[in-house]
């Protein structure tokens, strides 16, 4: 897309300022995000995205839920008297015409699809990495901000059907390795692993279980609480929390150990050295005590005691996603080689590996900081 085609879209949005430069911003995988720059100093820079409609069918139903959380987050800042709101929560540019939060261009034309404003946060940073501070710090936010929206008035809608489903994800993979349709499931290392799934299986659907039985409760959760989905102030302290297109109810363990996945893997979730990959349980200590200390007032014990289940849950899950993916031909992540898929689900598996051996030390962790 050129500056043309870009600026005309951006156009379509009630923004302030003259534009000067739209450029590619960030490196998610899933929605395509340009920066807009404005020449005027007192005028906010933007965020330009078009939301990925394979992966988010219904946009509109994104946008809703997301208007509903930043209204309602907005509403509790301003009545704490927090200054700066618009660094503390997102803030989303109207279209132009029909007061919708998008703006939708027909799929057969230049830039077809629905595409999203925002304004875009100075000086702040989004880390890929986090030391045991800054993971002290995003525990306290994710619980804050579980717990801000624990009296949300209004029911979101399930954005992405299933999303965090592990019996569904299995079902996925198992439908998948039925159709084998890149040839790739003869493969040695993928019946490997697919037996490690396999041995596991039952235990990591607990969740589903324990839902359809009444006993553990559906919550507003973000449903992506990687480290790279905050923002962070040049003195490490949290700003807010961004990408919230899966924001949706759903067990609270979604954001709890989805967190860990990526905060308390040694490298990166694709690094392709499995030697490296090793859980680190001074971030899974900071965290649960940041996130205990904002969650616990509204946490029920079965959702505490579950905690290092989720903890594995993630890693697991995500595994079983990269590997469904791998065996589907890499149609859903962006793959920079061929084998990538097949690193990221392996390297999943080798971080799910450590955190078991970790399992005693996590309970008894929680157990204390419940004293
Ligand atoms: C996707 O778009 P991004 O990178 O924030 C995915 C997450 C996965 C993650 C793995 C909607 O998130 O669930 O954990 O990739 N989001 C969706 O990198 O599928
Ligand atoms: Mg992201």
Redesign the pocket.
Known sequence: MNFEQLNNIVGRFAYEGTISEIKPLGE????DTYKVKTAEADKPDYVLQRVNHN?FPDVDMVMRNIDAVTSHIRRKLQAQGVADIDRRVLRFIPAKEGGKLYVFLPLDSDGGGYWRLMVFIDDAVTKQAVDPESSRAAGRAFGNFQAMLADIPVKLGET?KD?HNMEFRLEQLHDVIKRDPAGRVKEERVQKMLSEIEKRADEMCKAERMGREGTLPKRVCHC?T?VN?MMFDKQDNVLCVI?L??VMPNFIFSDYG?FLRTGANMVA?DCPDMDKVQFRMDIFKAFTEGYLESAKSFLLPVEIENLPYATALFPYM?CV?FLWDYLSGDKY?KCQYPDHNFVRANNQLHLLLSIEKHWGEMQAFIADCMK
């Not at 998610?28 to 929605?31: E, Q, T």
């Open positions: 998610g995988l899933i929605n992966v992405i999303f992506d990687k989905n990408d297109d899966t989805d979730e995500q996603r992540w």
